[in-house]
């Protein structure tokens, strides 16, 4: 069992270049991998324009090549870094990679599978992989938590919301002609959604006076309930933000989180 | 007298399975109910769009005939489960869950009221009596809380925003021609209601300088006072918030404004 | 001089009708001339229309004669119901009362001034003395206190908004070509005010990739720094709802507006 | 070296009056700067109407060599009255200042390069440097150090929007046709863009019916994500104006946090 620790060793520093960002050799890794995402993504982006895929079709599609061997080699990598591949496999990321890499295999194999491309946009969610390197992990954190802590709130407005547009919809639908674009009710809570969201395309606008002042109370409608979702996230993020202030810890058990105004600690009652 | 223990019994049981969600059957009964809304409501919204109705005319009527069955049987189950059946059939609900199944009985009396159809969709509002099913009763009841706790500053808020419009949308009508849309005042006000809440559908847009001066006004002076009513929400919801961390007082001090972990008090150290 | 008591007398009880809404009278007062206003501003509004003014012109042309005579003995009685008839003709309510009605006087002996009757319109500016009737003073007041002293902030924040948009515009006017609409800088600044505001009539949109990326640009700016009057108009509310909590009036002093954790008065010292 | 002295003592008044707005002098000079950018700006932006041009071409022409006459002597000015010139001249209203005056110059050199012109535009990012005139120095400093402390939020939020318009671009690019305007990812990417910032501009709209769902779905989260950044700023904007309330302490006690209007502590009653 002596070549097992060496082994477990190697493991151990291929972990530490892929999956961290403390050590210069994983930094680097890093911000390589950054660049090979985005620039993959971009190749995507530009091959789906018409005029690029004509001039540079080939270059396009050998760069997707070369930039699938090397996340499959990265890939590879990963699994062979962590003690149990099939948990990263089936993990988030895990999955992620793998959609990132399969839709080129699948293509050579199956030649009309051509709109299986755009499956490889999903390399963008690794991104949010390398968030670690710039250290704004702490605010994507805090923002993930007000949300999170919103997330009942938001749900009961958003069902609030939906029915209301729904029957605002279906009234516009009585009032407004067919030919205007109000062709049937579904159409007619789109343009309701539309109109309540202040989007405002413009491609369905009611023609009638009745259905011009429903429009009306829709938009006030709208642009005062958006003050509800902006009201829940900031109270929210002020409450994170007004606990976040204070960095001390009990001296007797550690505990932090405490008001400003503490001069107790709240977990064992030892002075401040 | 025997008889009517056992009555009161059977109504006290229907009240629980069919009122309430705190039992396996009431659970049971507001998903069964849940679904057939929304069902109910997806069969009125694809009925109207044309094609569909063209194709599956007679299957969706079916349909709306099981539904307004069930929903009968519902309504009948209903008035039999409370003691006192007339306060509930004039209550909101109560009027609500009528006319979600009147509109199909009036149709077989009176072919020609097929307009009436689209009352159904009333039936969305039934979905709220769910809302006790997924337990976001709280959450919605601090959202209505804050609206209610700021509806008079909403009331005068939308006062102001009504005259404003009213009389940008007037000098609008003065400045700008008649072609370019703005044919009177009632016209220039719904553009100017358009303009300020930011919607911008564009089938009605200024063409001369001064209008398009006095547009950009608008513009900025709807962006800079959407602010009011999200800034009106937020304080209430922050304030709710900060009341409603924690009731609990200390026993020794009777200090109050604990967080929700403390143990401790932390003004005097004494255990909550 | 003695009839001058009585004449006194009878002066004081008009203002209390007619300035005031605390007498069963001054509020019937209040509601009549509400009607009145609502009435003749919709009069003036529904005239604008030109098929109404082909078919109802005369009614409409009475009816304002009828309004116009009420609202002068209106302006007459209340110079008669103050003592300093002057200040209050020169006062912001005395004009906004003078120009409600000198139109129609006006068009009278200038029959060709028909423009001038959209000066009515003003009329609608006379609601906001009624706010009194419905006991809103006090949520007026907030938010003229809270948008009062966001003046500054919100101030310099206009400005940067107005030179972003301007240099944008002339950016995107370098950009992009004349065909799509852009044809000179302040049609462009006027477009780029459209985009960041997020209104977004459609009228001139960017065709150029570079045109769109800059606008894209743009209207993530906007999305993130509507941010900022919202938070300015938040954070001042926020603070006048917090000083409003507490209703407590020092026993020595009668100070009011303590701090919720106050335990002796901020002015005298006295103990709470 | 006598004559040293009185140099330095002209250097320092020519400082005061040109870059500092204390003295009479000094504000007449911020004043007329004021005007002489506005007017320069105004004159670019009307030279840019091709009407205006043709008809008074040779007059804005005058006044850009009488304006860049002036601003190029403020310019040496400047570089006279600060004792090292050249960290002025490379400091960021250096370079301002200097790229406001030199495409009249490079134009007279070379007659082609018209389209320098309205790197003019620059000039009005001077007019910030009028801001210490009335006295909003504070205000605007409160607003960027708000927005200096969200800035790492705000990232992270633009970011995870950015990866979202990205990957809801490309879906509904496979889901809609090129017809209706979705011709390329990037294209879809930028209606995406459109949309969840509510802007809407209406020239690419979804026509199929899985197309008019992702919008709406879209729509409202984007309609729901604002709170976000609202949020951020929101309770940045709070925190610091509660810092900034007051700094006094208790002489007594310590006790900070006091009212403005306080002149004893609120804790143990002693005058502040």
């Known amino acids: 069992m002596a070549s097992s620790a060496p082994d477990q060793d190697w493991r151990v520093r291929l972990h530490t270049v892929i999956f961290e960002a403390d050590t210069p050799a994983g930094k680097r890794f890093d911000v390589a991998l950054l660049w090979a995402i985005l620039l993959s993504v971009g190749a995507v982006l530009v ?37 149990r591949p099939l948990k990263y496999a089936f993990s988030f990321y895990g999955l992620v990679d793998l959609l990132s890499i399969l839709p080129t295999f699948v293509e050579v194999l199956l030649p009309g599978a051509a709109s299986l491309r755009v499956v490889r946009m ?49 009234i516009v639908y009585i009032v407004e002609d067919a030919e205007a674009g109000f062709t049937s009710i579904p159409m007619s809570i789109y343009w309701a959604i539309v109109t309540v969201t202040t989007v405002g395309y413009g491609d369905i606008a009611p023609q009638t006076v009745l259905g011009q002042m429903l429009a009306s109370l829709m938009m006030i409608l709208g642009y005062a309930i958006i003050a509800v979702p902006t009201g829940i996230v900031g109270a929210e993020l002020a409450r994170t933000d007004a606990v976040d202030t204070n960095t001390q810890a009990c001296p ?7 008001d400003d105004d503490a001069t107790f600690c709240k977990h064992c009652g030892h002075s401040l």
């Open 47 to 83: 091959e789906s324009v018409a005029s690029v895929r004509a001039a540079y079709g080939e270059e396009l599609r050998a760069l997707e090549f070369l930039f699938t061997g090397l996340f499959t080699v990265e890939y590879v990598l990963r699994l062979l870094a962590v003690k």
């Open 122 to 170: 999903l390399r963008l969610l690794r991104v949010f992989r390398v968030l670690k390197l710039v250290g704004f992990l702490r605010e994507a954190q805090i923002l993930k938590d007000a949300l999170w802590a919103s997330r009942r709130k938001i749900v009961v407005f958003l069902s609030a919301v939906l029915v209301l547009v729904t029957l605002l919809g279906t």
């Open 252 to 258: 007797d058990c550690g505990a932090e989180g405490h």
